[in-house]
């Protein structure tokens, strides 16, 4: 039995792909206005809660300041990062990977073994007590997937122009418009820093194996 499904392989790196263009292109977009806000509108410095840095053009898609360049990359990646997420939500609760591998069981809900995967995931140790993944690994994908994915794609639409007439509920929900880009920013920092994190336990956990798998699928 293959240990990656053909669906999870392809939503991985397609999705991977994806990410990495929204969140440099997102960048080049934040350089056009680095101040934000909570509510529904906001311009003024004395009403931004906080204000970014200026991201340097290696960072940043293109490589140089351009807002329109940078807004169509960013709305040619949302579509196959949108309909990715919601094919592969489809495809694990019907081939039971959702079940069989990232529910988490009520044992699984125990101090003592959380803090435990939590000290082998410091020493650079893997335990998953007997099933696909362990503790932290099951619940830091379920927030990735569940959470955060879904909340970039609610606060992208909220924020884009001209979506709020054809859904207002969706900004009112998020809080408005400035809300929900503010949302949108922090959660895309909440997104790389997990696959920072996660890239980092790939290089430091037998690469070669694991990104080989990712690719062919490997064995159980």
């Known amino acids: 039995m293959k240990r990656h499904r053909f669906s999870t392989r392809l939503w991985h790196w397609i999705n991977a792909l994806c990410v990495v263009i929204l969140f440099m292109s997102g960048l080049n ?10 509510g529904d509108a906001g311009f003024d410095a004395s009403e931004a809660w906080t204000a970014v840095m200026r991201f340097p053009g290696w960072s940043t898609i293109p ?18 990062f949108m309909i990715g997420l919601v094919l592969f939500w489809v495809a694990i609760i019907f081939n ?15 101090l003592e073994a959380i803090r435990d995967d939590i000290g082998n995931h410091l020493k650079l140790k893997s335990d998953n007590h007997g099933s696909a ?16 994915l879904p909340l970039m794609i609610a606060t992208g639409l909220a ?12 900004v009112e929900m998020l ?13 895309a920092w909440g997104l790389f820093a997990f696959f920072a994190i996660h890239i980092a336990l790939v290089l430091l956990t037998g690469p070669l194996r694991q990104i080989r798998d990712m690719i062919t699928g490997g064995r159980t």
Do not use: T
Request: proline letters at 5%; zero cysteines; hydrophobic letters at 50%.
């Open 96 to 110: 039971g990977h959702l079940r069989r591998k990232l529910m988490i069981s009520r044992d699984e809900w125990n």
């Open 175 to 187: 809080g408005g418009r400035q809300s929900a880009r503010s949302i949108h920013f922090i959660v």
């Open 133 to 148: 993944y362990n503790f932290l690994q099951k619940f830091s994908y379920l927030v990735v997937l569940a959470i955060l």
């Open 63 to 80: 490589g140089y300041y351009d807002l329109a360049a940078a807004r169509a990359w960013h709305i040619l990646m949302s579509w196959p």
């Open 29 to 38: 977009i934040s350089n056009a206005h680095r101040r934000l806000y909570w």
């Open 159 to 170: 924020i884009s122009p001209g979506f709020e007439p054809a859904a207002p509920w969706l």
